[in-house]
DNA sequence: TAAACATATGAATATCCATTCATGTGAACA
DNA sequence: TGTTCACATGAATGGATATTCATATGTTTA
């Protein structure tokens, strides 16, 4: 097995605001607004993060009205979250963690 | 669930050099030289990095002599690469794509 | 214990990319 | 149809970090 560019894929979740903007959609579909404030960040940034979050997937998203309703490619994306939280649990206490309810 | 520093322990596979090395260590354990020759980067390249996969135990190493052994930590590491496999098949078949045999 | 092999490390730099700013586009509603 | 709301985009830049080079550390063997 030998990878192109499957650094790609990886790269979305290796930064904090597409992080954010990820995990602020585990709940539901948010328009841009919601996630901007949601995770409080500039919306032009959040804009140009989703694309690149869309590009490869991980996020859908559907017009409505004058709003753009993002969501997690479910399917695919919660096992990876999943797995990634279950080797910070068991690997990364106090280091590289997913932390529930903060 | 919100995140705290999920990013550094993502950040390991959005390299291209570090990518290779996790996947030259599917197969089986290997020493730096190695890994080296497997991935053609250069040694100190390698080292670097290396201390980083460790640092997040995404890999293992042991000592043998002179030697020192890099091992993947399969047991959370397996179903991390699973399931991005999974993704790219799924969603990204020309882009962001792991590939078998090159 | 000196030499050779194997790996690690620090500093310098070169590259990449997140963020910001300013502005553009698109939809709705008065 | 012009104004407001909602989101997207291009260019510029500042900061992070991969890579390289030179050298250090650690391990074995002659």
Redesign the interface.
């Known amino acids: ?11 979305n ?4 605001t597409r ?2 903007i990820i ?1 602020s959609l ?1 709940e539901k579909p948010l328009s841009v607004n919601e996630i901007v404030e949601k995770t409080r960040n500039e919306q032009s940034n959040v804009s140009h993060q989703l694309k690149k979050l869309v ?4 996020l859908l998203s559907e017009r409505q009205g004058k709003r753009k309703i993002y969501s997690l ?1 479910n ?3 919660s ?2 979250l ?7 649990k ?3 206490q106090n ?8």
């Open positions: 097995m030998n990878i192109h560019s499957c650094e790609h894929f990886f790269k979740f290796s930064d904090r992080l954010a995990t585990i590009h490869c997937k991980i490619n399917k695919t994306i096992p990876i999943e797995a990634a939280f279950n080797h910070t068991m690997n990364c280091t590289c963690n997913i932390q529930k309810n903060d």
